[in-house]
């Protein structure tokens, strides 16, 4: 039992969430092991994003087990999930418009000279570093984020996780609202999370995204894991019927 | 292909020289429409850098608060009962310094509670202010009856009197009021705090995104509460030095500025929705502030002509900062 545990980056066990009334999550079984990347797929409501902020801290389970590297954890908020080394990739949630490429690489863990004073020496030329690490390249650390495409703006909070070494990235929705050679460009900052052997959690809408780059997938419906597949087991009409059927059943 | 930003175009696409550049033309008109050049006399400039410092040096506070996202509107209304609290230790004839530490204190605790209250209620500060504004006013029109009292602390005779006074409403060079001269430090401090300093950051971060900063583990909540209380501590640096200035208390002090300290920020470059804005413009804008009052004055402009000029500056930099911000995006892209 130890031993398969150590396969598991993450193992999160029974998890039960109640929004007053509503009951969110149904006992609900989900891992990633080390290096791999997993495709949530499911309908709206289905709780993918419920299950994933419980990982990242925003939210808590009323029961439940959430094991790391083999070790029971309490994560409580954000700041504990970033503890352990896994970093959220949300849609508009991830970066502030306003503030600089290097200002938001950098956000919450600025290099310090004396007195707290920001070092934006280092902070600039590490944040090119990072950005170029994945392949993209931008003009200065100096422009706000907000005047970067939508590509971009994924990128470079991909850089981020990339630099403070985070071991389970989790992308909701990446390739929302994105053309589509911004998704080619993407996705391909996400080979590179899987060549650094980062795990991975995708959520999606989109089966075709989820099956270029996942490796398993875990379709959800109504609070409760529906299916458990291995691309290998699977394709993207396969998927679809799924989901589709899932949707029905847990009706 | 990339369009170099001259120093130049850099210049004039920052956000401080919009209102440097009204600034200038305001002046402009003040010293040369003013009767006899009143305005640039200087016995005129000495009481527009004390009077108008004071204001302006909460004002900075206001715009920080903005930058993190939040509102206070009870600035007036701590700073009258941060100026009663003096007027009762006054008259226990404590120490000029003590009763400063003291009311600065004070001025941090009521900023405090603004905080608390926004942050642990999920309430707009708009709202909690607005509860704070009024009943920190009414407090202090209950407990001093609404009078104005004689708070003269030069008639300590001591020494440590004189040096308070010196501190506060003292004239560096014969010339250079003190209001003045705290004014220009607490900008620059704060400015280092805002740009330079990590709480400046994520005082940034907190207003423009504020999951994405919680998400980055940053504590909003105390944040918020810190900016809170700065404003309240600036409340009580000025409570002392208007006592120093004036010296009475007077329960009508303050009324007004919370309006006017956000026009200052606004008319700074401060964005109403946080996460934009700079120390260097809301120090101008609350120049350009406190210039305008004292400037209609020195014209014999009836003073209800004040807040008609106020607007059309605000709108004014409004539409230009919006201006500038299109043409920013365009030259970055």
Known sequence: MERENN????????????????????????????GETVGLIGDNGAGKSTLIKILSGYHHADQGEIYFEGQRVSIRSPRDARGLGIETVYQEQALAPNLSISRN??????????????????????????????GLKLRSPDVPVVTLSGGERQGVAIARALHFKAKLVILDEPTVALSVKEVEEVLEFIRQLQREKVSVIFITHNLYHAFDIAERFVVMARGKKMADVKKEDTSPQGLSDLVLKSAFVAE | MEKKLTLGRRFLLSRATSVLVVLVLILLLFSLFSPEHRFVDPDNLKVLLSLGAEFSIIALGVGMLMICGE??????????????????????????????????????????????????????????????????RGLTLLLSGGEQTACDVSALGTKAASRFLALFTGRAGGFLPAQFLWFTLFAILLGILLHYHRFGNWVYATGDNRDAARAMGINTDWVKTACFIIV??????????????????????????????????????????????????????????????????VLRIPYFWTYVFFGLVVLFSVLSSMYIEKKQMEAHR
Not at chain 2, 95 to 106: D, E, Y
Not at chain 2, 239 to 253: M, V
Not at chain 2, 284 to 290: E, N
Request: a positive charge.
């Open chain 1, 7 to 34: 396969d598991f980056l993450v193992r999160m066990v029974n998890i039960h969430k109640w929004f007053g009334r509503v009951y969110a999550l149904r006992g609900v079984d989900f891992e990633v092991r080390r």
């Open chain 1, 105 to 134: 690489i950098f956000m919450g863990r600025e290099p310090l000279r004396r007195l707290g004073l920001i070092d934006k020496k280092v902070m600039d030329e590490e944040s090119m570093q990072a950005l170029a690490n994945l």
């Open chain 2, 71 to 136: 509102f206070d509107l009870s600035i007036g209304s701590i700073l009258v009962f941060c100026s009663f609290v003096f007027l009762k230790l006054f008259e226990l004839e404590v120490n000029p310094f003590i009763i400063a530490v003291v009311t600065v204190f004070v001025g941090g605790a009521l900023g405090l509670v603004n905080g608390l209250i926004t942050v642990r209620g999920q309430i707009p500060s708009f709202v909690t202010t607005l509860g704070t504004m009024m009943f920190w």
């Open chain 2, 232 to 297: 309240g501590v600036l409340c009580g640096v000025v409570a002392c030095a208007q006592i120093g200035r004036l010296a009475c208390f007077t329960s009508r002090t303050g009324e007004g500025w919370e309006l006017k300290a956000v026009a200052a920020s606004v008319v700074g470059g401060t964005s109403l929705r946080g996460g934009i804005g700079s120390m260097m413009g809301i120090f101008l804008g609350a120049i350009v502030i406190s210039v305008i009052e004292n400037g209609l004055v």
